[in-house]
């Protein structure tokens, strides 16, 4: 389709040149339909995506509460044993009072 000058815009348009511009706007401006189907994709897309998206971060989510989980008992079992040692200290060393061996 070529552009028109300013003398061609005063005269009127023959039925070959209007098809021509039929054509060209039928092959190159999105109907609204098309833009339906279209948004119906993406948004079909971004459904999926999203959804893999939340399944992976589910993944990690328990891993990382796992991992929580494991580190709490962890720090309990840590603070039992040194619960423990101190009292074994505190009977040792009365022992060894008792014993007059310190």
């Known amino acids: 389709m070529e552009k028109a000058d300013k ?6 348009v023959t039925y070959g040149e209007f098809t021509e511009f039929a054509g060209f706007v039928s092959e190159n401006v ?3 339909s098309d833009v339906d ?14 959804s893999e998206i939340l399944t992976a971060v589910d993944k990690v989510l328990k ?7 494991e580190d709490a008992a962890h720090t309990i079992n840590h603070r039992d ?3 423990d040692i101190q009292d074994l200290k ?5 022992m060894e009072a008792h014993a007059g061996i310190r």
């Open 7 to 12: 003398k061609d815009l005063n005269r009127p």
């Open 81 to 83: 044993i040194t619960d």
């Open 90 to 94: 505190k009977r040792t060393t009365r």
């Open 63 to 69: 891993e990382v509460t796992t991992k929580r989980e």
């Open 37 to 50: 189907k279209r948004f119906d994709s993406i948004e079909g897309n971004l459904a999926n995506f999203k």
């Open 30 to 32: 999105a109907m609204k």
